[in-house]
């Protein structure tokens, strides 16, 4: 399992998680794009994250409050020392976003199951309708930890140092060919393009096609620094949303290392709109 990865403890495979669905210090949790996905089946024993309507702030764009936060941890069960498994659909990507905002209000014990649920149905794993109940801890989060995450302003003076910025979207969205995403309302942009100095590196880059899971150290050490994209220096990574790139994270932070690694979450719905903040095309 360890492919060469900077930090192998941060990824388990399916098997893994098959052989510790019983053990009670272990709370597998899924987080899908698809937010009816779990209803349909899960992992048994999995509680269900929603991005939208549990990890975010219901009246600002940002993320839930610390307290919010510690009461969804207390009503899932989940202690300070509980060892979470995120696993989704889209090859993790909602999966990647959860565990980025966990360790943003500092949980210590997480890990992501390499495949995400496509590989565990390939699998014929077992999958179940029926919702767990925990009985409720006393969950104390930490203050939020900004080195991991970007702001516009840290963006600004990323551009005016020429640090790497990494543009995880589809060629089409970098170039600006594709401004508004079919399907996703909440993630429009009046301007198309990327942002200045960025590179794009397409999250999926960093997958195997044929069964979801994370390339070898080797194959990612190669795609980043070929972009010039190295571990010498902080690299901030986006999207439309911040949720492909908490997968970029993720591959840079714990799979190769990388030392200063942010998400920037406003990603191009905030800088696509605005004011005053420069594109290229």
């Not at 990647?96 to 209000?105: G, K, N, R, V």
């Not at 991991?148 to 060629?171: E, N, Q, T, W, Y």
């Not at 200045?196 to 979801?212: F, H, L, Q, T, Y």
Request: glycine letters at 8%.
């Amino acid at each position: 399992m360890a492919n060469g990865y900077a930090f192998p403890d941060f990824l388990v495979s399916t098997e893994w998680v098959a052989q510790h669905l019983q053990d009670p210090n272990i709370r597998v949790i899924e987080s899908d794009e698809d937010t009816l996905l779990y209803e349909t089946g899960h992992i048994p024993g999995a509680v269900k994250v929603d991005w939208f309507t549990v990890l975010q702030d219901p009246t600002r764009r940002d993320f839930l409050s610390r307290e919010a936060f510690e009461d969804l941890c207390s009503r899932l069960g989940i202690g300070n020392d509980t060892t979470l498994v995120f696993y989704g659909d889209k090859s993790n990507w909602f999966a990647c976003y959860a565990f980025w905002l966990f360790q943003y209000y500092g949980h210590q014990y997480q890990k992501i199951m390499d495949g995400g649920r496509a590989k565990w149905e390939k699998e014929g794993r077992p999958l179940t309708r029926e919702v767990p109940q925990y009985p409720r801890t006393e969950y104390k989060a930490n203050p939020r930890d900004d080195s991991i995450r970007a702001f516009r302003d840290d963006v600004f003076d990323h551009i005016k140092k020429g640090l790497p910025l990494v543009d995880v979207r589809s060629p089409q969205e970098y170039t600006g060919e594709l401004i508004h995403m079919p399907n996703y309302p909440q993630e429009g942009a009046t301007r198309g393009g990327h942002i200045p100095g960025a590179v794009n590196v397409p999250w999926s880059k960093a997958i195997r096609e044929e069964d979801s899971t994370f390339k070898s150290a080797d194959e990612l050490r190669q795609l980043y620094q070929g972009q010039n994209v190295r571990p010498d220096g902080e690299v901030i990574a986006y999207c439309r949303i911040g949720e492909r790139s908490s997968h970029t994270w993720f591959v840079l932070k714990y799979l190769l290392g990388y030392p200063e690694v942010k998400n920037y979450d406003g990603s191009w719905t905030e800088w696509g709109n605005l004011v005053g903040a420069p594109i290229e095309k």
